[in-house]
């Protein structure tokens, strides 16, 4: 993954849980290729992994979002084919399903508040005058 796809999407998942559609829409703006959904979950599943991020759904009480302590492969196979009533990118009907599903929400770990940090040191240093 190249670094300003990282820090893009490090920061967006910092500002608020991001879903599938925020991934998908930051993935392809920063690809000069046609990004498919399945290319959107190896993205988050790269993160995922990299221990980056945790992955959840909003929740229908007060806790607001919900962590999923499930391994990798249930969370992936939850954003694929649906989970809880929402649909996954295999199951979604069409494009405009994927912008509203809520079948994922993503959160940053401490690992990727520190990354984000570091990242945004390098890019200050990068770019002194902002």
Same mark, same amino acid.
């Given at each position: 993954?190249?670094?300003?796809?990282? /820090?893009? *999407?490090? @920061?967006? %998942?910092?500002?608020?849980?991001?879903?599938?559609?925020?991934?998908?829409? %930051? &993935?392809?703006? *920063?690809?000069?290729?046609? &990004? $498919?959904?399945?290319?959107?979950? @190896? &993205? %988050?599943? $790269? !993160?995922? #992994?990299?221990?980056?991020?945790?992955?959840?759904? *909003?929740?229908?009480?007060? *806790?607001?979002?919900?962590?999923?302590?499930?391994?990798?492969? &249930? /969370? +992936?196979? #939850? %954003?694929? =084919?649906? =989970?809880?009533?929402?649909?996954?990118?295999?199951? @979604?009907?069409?494009?405009? =399903?994927? +912008?509203?599903?809520?079948?994922? #929400? @993503?959160? !940053?770990?401490? !690992?990727?508040?520190?990354? !984000? /940090?570091?990242?945004?040191?390098?890019?200050? /240093?990068?770019?002194?005058?902002?």
């Amino acid at each position: 993954m190249n670094v300003e796809l990282e /820090a893009e *999407l490090l @920061a967006d %998942i910092d500002d608020e849980w991001m879903p599938f559609w925020g991934f998908h829409t %930051i &993935v392809s703006s *920063l690809s000069p290729e046609p &990004v $498919s959904p399945e290319d959107t979950a @190896a &993205v %988050i599943e $790269s !993160l995922f #992994r990299r221990g980056l991020i945790t992955l959840g759904e *909003l929740a229908w009480n007060d *806790l607001g979002w919900e962590r999923w302590d499930v391994p990798v492969d &249930v /969370a +992936m196979n #939850r %954003i694929a =084919h649906g =989970h809880n009533g929402k649909c996954g990118y295999v199951s @979604a009907p069409g494009p405009e =399903h994927l +912008m509203t599903t809520e079948v994922v #929400r @993503a959160d !940053l770990t401490p !690992l990727g508040e520190q990354r !984000l /940090a570091t990242l945004r040191s390098t890019e200050e /240093a990068a770019d002194p005058v902002q």
